[in-house]
C-alpha cells in the first residue's frame, strides 16, 4: 500500500497561482502513474491532470495550458503547478496512483487504487 499526503492548498485570488504536493511513502512508486483529481458537491469527482511513470502527462480539457504536472522519484512527491487561477478551480485535490496505468487510461478515477485525504483549494476574490 502507497500512502499519499497532499499539500499546498489555500485561498487565492483569480489568476494567481498555486503549487500542490503529493507527497508518497511505503510501496516503491516510481513505475506507477498518478494523477490529481478534485471534487466538488456540485460536481462531483473530476479528473485534473496525470502522469506516467516515464514522465508523460495528460490533462483535463479545463486545466490545459493552465496547469503542469511533474514529479519527483527521488523525493517520492508529485507536483501540481496550478497558473490563472478561476473561481470554478475551487474544489478539494486529491492525489492517486495508477499502478496498471497507460496514459490513455490515466483520467479513469477507478483504475487507480490509492488516494490522499485532499487539500482544499479556494479561489474567490
Known amino acids: 500500500q502507497v500512502t499519499l499526503v497532499e499539500s499546498g492548498g489555500a485561498l487565492v485570488q483569480p489568476g494567481g497561482s498555486l503549487i500542490l504536493s503529493c507527497a508518497a511513502s511505503?510501496?516503491?512508486?516510481?513505475?506507477?502513474?498518478m494523477g490529481w483529481f478534485r471534487q466538488t458537491p456540485t460536481n462531483g469527482r473530476e479528473f485534473v491532470g496525470a502522469?506516467?511513470?516515464?514522465?508523460?502527462?495528460t490533462y483535463a480539457d479545463s486545466v490545459k495550458g493552465r496547469f503542469t504536472i511533474s514529479r519527483d522519484r527521488a523525493k517520492a512527491t508529485m507536483y501540481l503547478q496550478m497558473n490563472a487561477l478561476r473561481p470554478e478551480d475551487t474544489a478539494v485535490y486529491y492525489c492517486?496512483?495508477?499502478?496498471?496505468?497507460?496514459?490513455?487510461?490515466?483520467?479513469?478515477?477507478?483504475?487507480?487504487?490509492?488516494w490522499g485525504q485532499g487539500t482544499q483549494v479556494t479561489v474567490s476574490s
Open positions: 511505503g510501496r516503491t512508486y516510481s513505475n506507477y502513474g
Open positions: 502522469i506516467n511513470w516515464s514522465g508523460s502527462a
Open positions: 492517486a496512483t495508477c499502478p496498471r496505468c497507460i496514459i490513455s487510461t490515466l483520467p479513469e478515477a477507478d483504475r487507480y487504487d490509492d
